[in-house]
Nanobody
Framework: QVQLVESGGGLVQAGESLRLSCAASGRIFNMYAMGWFRQAPGKEREFVAAISRSGGSTDYADSVKGRFTISRDNAKNTVYLQMNSLKPEDTAVYYC????????????????????WGQGTQVTVSS
């Protein structure tokens, strides 16, 4: 089992940047594929970015490609989401998620594929 704690959210203006962090408990963090999702008020939770357990494979939602970067530091049990050129439509609660992965290069993009979730961190982008 793994516990996930997100941090780094806040209120920024359009065009600014934020870096979210997700710290995981446990000793086998490098066995987990990780993902970031977000949920805006009145909307369903949506995929943002995913990374394989090795960090060698990543994927992004079309809406954030070129602006967001997911990365991980397995020595620190942490996954990051660097968000640049933020837009008001990026406003949401951001969640990190984890699931055991049997292969080093696999990532997952659907919420139902993830077992463990953090509590979320609010990101608000003003225009």
């Amino acid at each position: 089992q793994v516990q996930l704690v997100e941090s780094g959210g806040g209120l920024v203006q359009a065009g600014e940047s934020l870096r979210l962090s997700c710290a995981a408990s446990g000793r086998i963090f490098n066995m987990y594929a990780m993902g970031w999702f977000r949920q805006a008020p009145g909307k369903e939770r949506e995929f943002v970015a995913a990374i394989s357990r090795s960090g060698g494979s990543t994927d992004y939602a079309d809406s954030v490609k070129g602006r967001f970067t997911i990365s991980r530091d397995n020595a620190k049990n942490t996954v990051y989401l660097q968000m640049n050129s933020l837009k008001p439509e990026d406003t949401a609660v951001y969640y990190c998620a984890a699931c055991i992965s049997s292969t080093t290069g696999t990532y997952y993009t659907r919420p139902g594929q993830y077992v463990y979730w953090g509590q979320g961190t609010q990101v608000t982008v003003s225009s």
